[in-house]
T-cell receptor, first 115, second 114 residues
Framework: DTGVSQDPRHKITKRGQNVTFRCDPISEHNRLYWYRQTLGQGPEFLTY????????KSRLLSDRFSAERPKGSFSTLEIQRTEQGDSAMYLCASSLVSGFQETQYFGPGTRLLVL | DQQVKQNSPSLSVQEGRISILNCDYT??????FLWYKKYPAEGPTFLIS?????DKNEDGRFTVFLNKSAKHLSLHIVPSQPGDSAVYFCAASAGGADTDKLIFGTGTRLQVFP
């Protein structure tokens, strides 16, 4: 079991540029979540997928953010026209829904710095 | 509105002693609670969880207690070890709905000193 992986681990970009992050969940996990964490805060929910369907998006996810999970396996999170306020750690988690409750396992995160 | 609160930003404990980390919540719909440990520049690592139908769950040195009437849970680490030094996050979810998104507290930084 290789765990959740994320790429890149770090990204520095200039304001106004587009960035894309990738998440590979634990194999056979059917749910995939994206969270964002800023300094001094806990992770905040952004969006999640069950298989390839995006089922919920947070108010935090502005129109500049888009996420996909085209084949129900890996997922991408794209931020268009980045702003300095987008600087944060972006975390991906996956889980297997097989009962009443599920445990989410997190990847190492992608740290984004927008200059 | 902070639905999950960790009111102690930091805790310092001597090696071998007990560490007690606390968490309060406000949403009575929460029915599953988890503790995660986080080192700098890494993602959260799952530690232990508890369902609302239980009041205690143990896993090795880690025990989580849930007091539903007080909307309070705590994580006990006995004995504490220097490797336990990290930030600990409490998280909750309202399972049984279409989503099990986690709501996190702001974390407690635990330092275990020799």
């Amino acid at each position: 079991d290789t765990g959740v992986s994320q790429d890149p681990r770090h990204k520095i970009t200039k304001r106004g540029q587009n960035v894309t992050f990738r998440c590979d969940p634990i194999s056979e996990h059917n749910r995939l979540y994206w969270y964002r964490q800023t300094l001094g805060q806990g992770p905040e929910f952004l969006t999640y997928f069950q298989n390839e369907a995006q089922l919920e998006k947070s108010r935090l996810l502005s129109d500049r953010f888009s996420a996909e999970r085209p084949k129900g396996s890996f997922s991408t999170l794209e931020i268009q026209r980045t702003e300095q306020g987008d600087s944060a750690m972006y975390l991906c988690a996956s889980s297997l829904v097989s009962g009443f409750q599920e445990t989410q396992y997190f990847g190492p995160g992608t740290r984004l710095l927008v200059l | 509105d902070q639905q999950v609160k960790q009111n102690s930003p930091s805790l310092s404990v001597q090696e071998g002693r007990i560490s007690i980390l606390n968490c309060d919540y406000t949403n009575s719909m929460f029915d599953y609670f988890l503790w995660y440990k986080k080192y700098p520049a890494e993602g959260p690592t799952f530690l232990i969880s508890i369902s609302s139908i239980k009041d205690k769950n143990e896993d090795g040195r880690f025990t989580v207690f849930l007091n539903k009437s007080a909307k309070h849970l705590s994580l006990h680490i006995v004995p504490s070890q220097p490797g336990d030094s990290a930030v600990y996050f409490c998280a909750a979810s309202a399972g049984g709905a279409d989503t099990d998104k986690l709501i996190f507290g702001t974390g407690t930084r635990l330092q275990v000193f020799p």
